[in-house]
């Protein structure tokens, strides 16, 4: 996947089961063109983003990332996998 490096990380805070989603599925979020990153136990930083979402509405991206770990975290580990 195409990514686009931002000039200036975009840190936010996040609880500590958000950060360690972050932490277990770095790999896939790479897939997917995301370099994410715990700063400390409640922050995140992002990197870099698929370069389709370059010039997205930053708060807007996080949010659809948060919404979509929730989502993961839910599902039994079983369903993860094709998640």
């Given at each position: 996947m195409s990514?686009?490096?931002?000039l ?7 609880d500590?089961l ?5 932490e277990?599925?770095?790999?896939v ?9 715990p ?5 995140l930083?992002v990197r870099?983003v698929?370069a ?22 839910r599902q039994p ?7």
């Amino acid at each position: 996947m195409s990514t686009q490096k931002l000039l200036i990380p975009v840190t936010f805070n996040a609880d500590r089961l958000e950060v360690a989603t972050v932490e277990e599925h770095a790999g896939v979020l790479h897939q997917l063109g995301f370099d994410m990153a715990p700063l400390s136990p409640t922050a995140l930083a992002v990197r870099a983003v698929p370069a389709m979402l370059a010039s997205a509405d930053g708060r807007r991206t996080r949010a659809c990332i948060a919404a979509r770990s929730a989502r993961v975290r839910r599902q039994p580990r079983a369903h993860r996998a094709s998640a």
